[in-house]
């Protein structure tokens, strides 16, 4: 069932052949040298390519049988642990993102409200001024606390209470669509993918387009102008997110097939002031994971040169289930 074949296909053949991973003369060495010396291994987190083109990651096991008789065998014990990895990782995702927003919080505070004094300082200076002149720097110090004050709302996040209620995610994504083809027009195509029998989700309906539209944008810029995006959903069943448990959880995909997420960026993009761009803000991607957690969701991102997904997983069921 691992390797998706029948057992006829398998019988008689090499290992090494039948495991095409990066190492098989690794791999031949490896059983070799059990068969030997007789001593078992454990080799963790195995990479092996199937004969279908997908990775999985496996443990590996080899056990050395001893008989009576002079042929030495081997047993080999795979165990496919691509779930354990992916809950770890998103654990990790989730803890990391926990404290990130508890630091920007934190620190928003503290520099909002001095701000707020400093700006009404400088208003009250400016009307005192004599010498009109003299106004060009009070408009300094009050565009800066402006500018200052909006990029610490953006980074608060929305500060209205969340409104829940039934939403359909494709007219989400038909919104975000228009949205993209509106403000990039020739830009990349933005492709369909749509499971119709995807039950409506109680969310913000709101905040649910903010963070697709964050996502979407950085898809449409990737894949440029003779690229595509692809706007994808899916439903699945009985699955993890962070360590919660779902009966059903819906997928949301926006892939792109630009030159990838940059290697250097790649295990920190859903950190605030994280950018590729010169210019950019890098709260795009943190203020979407916030949104999504916001709904009991996870935004992961698989990323190679020609395939970035972003997958937004978000659980169906209601708060009481
Ligand atoms: N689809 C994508 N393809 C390649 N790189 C991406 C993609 N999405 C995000 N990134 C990288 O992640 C960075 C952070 O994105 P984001 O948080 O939206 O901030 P910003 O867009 O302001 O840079 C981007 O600057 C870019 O380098
Ligand atoms: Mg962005």
Do not use: W
């Amino acid at each position: 069932m691992l390797f998706d074949v029948s057992s006829r296909h398998i019988l008689g053949q090499r290992a090494c052949d039948l495991v095409p991973c990066p190492g098989a003369q690794q791999v031949e060495e490896r059983l070799r040298s059990a068969l030997r010396t007789r001593h078992p291994f454990t080799e963790r987190e195995l990479n092996i390519s199937l004969s279908d083109g997908r990775t999985i990651t496996v443990n590996c096991t080899v056990l050395p049988l001893h008989h009576f008789e002079a042929r030495a065998e081997l047993l080999v014990e795979l165990h496919q642990v691509d779930q354990q990895l992916r809950i770890n990782r998103e654990e990790q995702l989730l803890s990391q993102h926990q404290a990130t927003q508890a630091l920007i919080r934190g620190l928003a505070h503290e520099i909002k409200n001095p701000l707020g004094g400093l700006r009404g300082a400088a208003q009250l200076l400016e009307a005192e001024l004599p010498d009109p002149g003299l106004r060009e720097y009070t408009r300094i110090i009050i565009e800066e606390a402006d500018r200052l004050q909006t990029l610490m709302n953006r980074m608060l996040g929305p500060n209205r209470m969340p409104q829940p209620r039934s939403v359909n995610i494709h007219y989400v994504l038909e919104h975000v669509r228009g949205l993209l083809l509106a403000e990039s027009p020739g830009g990349p195509r933005i492709l369909r993918d749509y499971d119709p029998s995807l039950p409506e989700i109680r969310a913000d309906q709101d905040r649910l387009i903010q963070a697709l539209l964050n996502i979407a944008r950085n898809g449409v810029a990737a894949a440029g102008k003779d690229g595509a995006l692809i706007l994808r959903t899916r439903a699945l069943r009985q699955f993890t997110i962070g360590t919660k448990r779902h009966r059903l959880v819906m997928r949301v995909e926006v892939e792109d097939n630009g030159p990838g997420v940059p290697e250097e960026l790649r295990d920190r993009i859903f950190f605030p002031m994280v950018s590729g761009h010169h210019g950019g803000t890098g709260l795009g991607l943190p203020i979407a994971q916030e949104l999504i957690n916001q709904h009991g969701g996870l935004i992961e991102c698989e990323s190679r040169p020609g395939q970035t997904q972003f997958l937004v997983y978000l659980p169906l069921e209601l708060e009481h289930d």
